[in-house]
């Protein structure tokens, strides 16, 4: 299977490698183009696979082709490459908002199409992924696409109508974490830990705490209360965080982000 991919920013970039890594693919079986001279040697000497000489180039080479340019870019980059689209050919999109009904019509012809949402976190592999695609493409290519990006990230199918909700809990999410982990750490500076030492601390808090929702399979309650020790420390920060509007600021923010993202 040839995978193309119109774009080869950090995103991009973490796809591709966790493609190459994982063996689902060779290096001569994965073609990106980029518009700078800067992407197109780091295409060939960092990811060492095939460098196309122009976005059609790229259409017509793969079976599944990635778009993942700037969403403002879908527009103009479609008009330039529908023509070389094939029929059987898979095209994967990476843009918020840009809806299954506007990808058709951009097209303007039957095309194959998986809209996703991921998140950045597929730079170190463990990414998510929401999918959600149009009535052209069979269980068995959606089952495809499924394996090709389990490569990078965590994959889960919705419908299209949660979209926005994606954007908002996963999509847009890691800036929230990065803040939270960012305070948590300025905290332990402000009572005298060294901030590199902080940032680990504060780091592996999240990663583990997330891990152990994950594996687990407990409600996150149930493992807050399990913290909690009557009259300890860790109820007294709960309570302040409570006191200080912490859940509610992170609904109320989250429910922002989605709004945005619905247009």
Known sequence: MKIGFIGCGNMATAMIHGILDSGYAAGDEVMASGKTSATRRRIAEELKILCGTSNIQVAEFADVLFLAVKPQLYGEVIAEIRGAVRENELVVTIAPGKTLEWLGGQFDK???????????????????????????????????????????????????????????????????????????????????????????????AVYGSAKMVLETGKHPGELKDAVCSPGGTTIEAVRVLEEKGFRSAVIEAMKACTKKARG
């Not at 695609?133 to 419908?159: I, M, S």
Request: charged share 20%; aromatic share 8%; proline share 5%.
């Open 110 to 204: 039957k095309v194959k199409i998986v809209r996703t949402m991921p998140n950045t976190p597929a730079l170190v592999k463990e990414g998510m992924m929401a999918l959600c695609r149009n009535e052209y493409v069979t269980e068995e290519e959606a089952l495809k696409v499924e394996r090709l990006c389990g490569c990078f990230a965590r994959t889960e199918w919705v419908p299209e109508s949660l979209m926005g909700v994606v954007t908002s809990v996963s999509g847009s999410s890691p800036a929230y974490v990065y803040l939270f982990i960012e305070a948590m750490a300025d905290a332990a500076v402000a009572d005298g830990m060294p901030r590199a030492q902080a940032y680990r601390f504060a780091a592996q």
